[in-house]
């Protein structure tokens, strides 16, 4: 059995962001729709204390590449969407 593992990091600036609390409410959402919608293992990693700044980490599973791929390309449509959070570096790696 051949198990395939991906990661997707996202590095977002969130510009109207006037409070950590502001911010916070922005990734809240976007983190709880993309597990709603995508089903998928998603967290903020990274700048949790810096005001207009976040990382979120995506992982995928799957038995077959082409799948994770669809999977893949679906999430970072999602997550890229939100006028309020400018993604402005996404990297990718299989694990």
């Not at 590095?11 to 502001?22: G, H, N, P, R, V």
């Not at 995508?38 to 990693?45: D, F, K, N, W």
Request: charged residues 30%; aromatic residues 6%.
């Amino acid at each position: 059995m051949t198990v395939h593992v991906g990661l997707m990091l996202l590095t977002f600036e969130i510009a109207s962001a006037m409070s950590l609390k502001d911010k916070r409410r922005v990734m809240k959402g976007l983190l709880e729709r993309a597990r709603r919608e995508l089903r998928v293992s998603i967290a903020e990693v990274g700048f949790q204390n810096r005001m207009r700044s976040a990382t979120i980490a995506v992982t995928f599973v799957g038995s077959a590449r082409a799948a994770i791929d669809r999977a893949r390309s679906r999430a970072e449509r999602l997550l890229t969407s939100d006028p309020r959070a400018n993604a402005v570096e996404i990297t990718w790696e299989w694990l």
